[in-house]
């Protein structure tokens, strides 16, 4: 079953979104990455199984992702947006058991489509 996003749109600089991503409760692992345009991936935040949360010092105490089991969803809420922001967002997930998670495209194997985030100044 596909990771599917949802939730993006345009927003002003200091504004908030909350993005979220249906995924199936077989996904141990999930991640959410962005991608602006002539940049490479990042990983903006991660879930692991064991519930340990991962955050880059550049969204880090502005981002918040939290997971609902029975809903099998993840969200990502963001706020205090800044145009740097600005970018398509993925979420992406394994379902190989780790009890970290980790910020590299490379260690997810399911990818949902993308949301774009954009922040006007």
């Known amino acids: 079953v596909q990771l599917q996003a949802s939730g993006g749109g345009l927003v002003q600089a200091g504004g908030s979104l909350r993005l979220s991503c249906a995924a199936p409760?077989?996904?141990?692992?999930l991640g959410w990455f962005r991608q602006a345009p002539g940049k490479e991936r990042e990983g903006v935040s991660c879930?692991?199984?064991?519930?340990?949360?991962f955050y880059p010092d550049s969204v880090k105490g502005r981002f918040t992702i939290s997971r609902d089991h029975a809903k099998n969803t993840v969200d990502l809420q963001l706020n205090d947006l800044r145009p740097e922001d600005t970018a398509v967002y993925y979420c992406?997930?394994?379902?190989?058991?780790?009890?970290?998670?980790?910020?590299?495209?490379?260690?997810?194997?399911?990818w949902g489509q993308g949301t774009l985030v954009t922040v006007s100044s």
């Open positions: 992406a997930g394994t379902r190989s058991f780790s009890a970290y998670c980790s910020g590299l495209s490379s260690d997810y194997e399911y």
């Open positions: 409760s077989d996904y141990y692992t």
């Open positions: 879930i692991s199984s064991l519930g340990n949360i």
